[in-house]
């Protein structure tokens, strides 16, 4: 069974600052796709960015990054520059199979608070 | 505009009244699914839908019904409504394209159910 882990139950970061999110994960189907969505206090669900099993290079997407260690299971997200809307929920998830049709599991999230 | 909808957003209802959630999308999806979201706790996978007529189970499937009688919907039921089923519940839709790896999830802006 796949399974995803965020150690951090809350996290804080000074604006402007750095702040890396961690996720393991575990799974046995070779195929799978890891994603990391934001929730804000209002709730909705926004997704941030997607690394494949098989992508050779750490996806990016503006100041979101995704630290890829295969061999690990880890796929951390990093946020640089934060700034105070960055203060959200962040999850991880998973999706299995090739094609990322198949189950989708989600750690339980680490709440980041940006500090001014 | 592309979106997922649910109805209702809010339902406050008791033990043992028969509802159903109704999400609806509009980006000729294949891939449809539902989460229950809790307190400290990710979205728990209840049951997904790879196309029209296929469904299969989440994490959580205990106290659910789904159906897919048509691509756009994918109505969640609960038959018995317990007050364990008191939770925040989302609607998600992604594309299925073979090959094709990246298929993001959208997601809807939730319903807050209460069962007394």
């Known amino acids: 069974a796949q399974k995803i882990t965020q150690t951090q139950p809350g996290m804080f970061v000074q604006e402007k600052e750095a702040v890396t999110l961690d996720c393991t994960y575990d799974?046995?189907?070779?195929?799978?796709?890891l994603f990391w969505y934001k929730q804000p206090s209002s709730g909705e669900m926004i997704f941030l960015i997607y690394q494949g099993s098989y992508d050779q290079q750490n996806a990016t997407e503006g100041r979101y990054s995704l630290n890829f260690q295969k061999a690990r299971k880890s796929a951390n997200l990093v946020i640089s520059a934060s700034q105070l809307g960055d203060s959200a929920m962040y999850f991880c998830a998973m999706r299995e199979g090739w094609d990322n049709a198949g189950k989708s599991t989600f750690g339980d999230g680490t709440t980041l608070t940006v500090k001014p | 505009e592309a979106q997922v909808t649910q109805n209702p957003r809010y339902l406050i209802t008791v033990t043992g009244k028969k509802l159903t959630v109704t999400c609806s999308q509009n980006m000729n999806h294949e891939y449809m699914s539902w989460y229950r979201q809790d307190p400290g706790l990710g979205l728990r996978q209840i049951y997904y839908s790879m196309n029209v007529e296929v469904t299969d189970k989440g994490d959580v499937p205990e106290g659910y019904k789904v159906s897919r009688k048509e691509k756009r919907n994918f109505p969640l039921i609960l038959e018995s409504p317990s007050p364990n089923q008191t939770s925040l519940y989302f609607c998600?839709?992604?594309?299925?394209?073979?090959?094709?790896?990246?298929?993001?999830?959208?997601f809807g802006p939730g319903t807050r159910l209460t069962v007394l």
């Open positions: 799974t046995s189907d070779p195929s799978y796709g």
């Open positions: 998600a839709s992604s594309a299925f394209i073979a090959g094709e790896a990246y298929n993001e999830q959208f």
